[in-house]
């Protein structure tokens, strides 16, 4: 009988030593904070990234200095690639097929992408269109011109 009161009374020892109390809020600080460290350059609130349905096929002609415009065709995957195609209308050699991958710009409302042959484009991504940026990342500022610039997504019925 004392065997098993001394059993009893260890093991409600035991127990009762093992269940110190932990500060919560404290570790929910550390892993907060860990985790804007490391996803500093994912960005917070709504943008094109995190809420349009951004993936798809996109068509459009945009001007060209030296013929009648490029037709072109852009497939955006959900895993960050990408093809495209490329038609120089009124060009003899004018078709041009690309694919590789694309990134999001920190704030998460324009991409970039590189072919396989480090060939680079940058486009703001808007609901169902993506708009064809210039080398510096900017939109066409001349108001006649900038709707040239729109690839409009195919919905698919």
């Known amino acids: 009988m004392k065997n098993k009161i001394l ?3 260890f093991s409600t020892l035991l127990i009762t030593s093992c269940n110190k109390k932990v ?3 404290k570790i929910e600080t550390t892993t907060a904070e860990t985790e804007i460290k490391t996803d500093s350059t994912i960005a917070v609130g709504d943008n094109s990234q995190n809420s349009l349905d951004w993936n798809g096929t996109y068509k459009g002609t945009i001007p060209c200095a030296d013929c009648e415009g490029i037709a072109m065709e852009i497939t955006l995957n959900k895993d960050l690639t990408f093809t495209s195609k490329s038609v120089y209308l009124g060009k003899e ?6 694919n590789g991958a694309f990134s999001w710009n920190k704030e998460g409302s324009g991409i970039t992408t590189i ?3 480090k060939t680079t484009a940058m486009y703001k991504v808007g609901e169902n ?3 064809r940026l210039n080398s510096e990342g900017k ?3 001349d108001s006649k011109m900038a709707d040239m ?3 409009n997504k195919e919905i698919s019925n």
């Open 7 to 9: 059993i009893l009374a």
């Open 23 to 25: 500060d919560d809020t």
């Open 93 to 98: 050699k004018n078709e041009f097929n690309e």
């Open 115 to 117: 072919s396989q042959n």
């Open 129 to 131: 269109k993506l708009i």
């Open 139 to 141: 939109e066409n500022s």
């Open 149 to 151: 610039y729109v690839l």
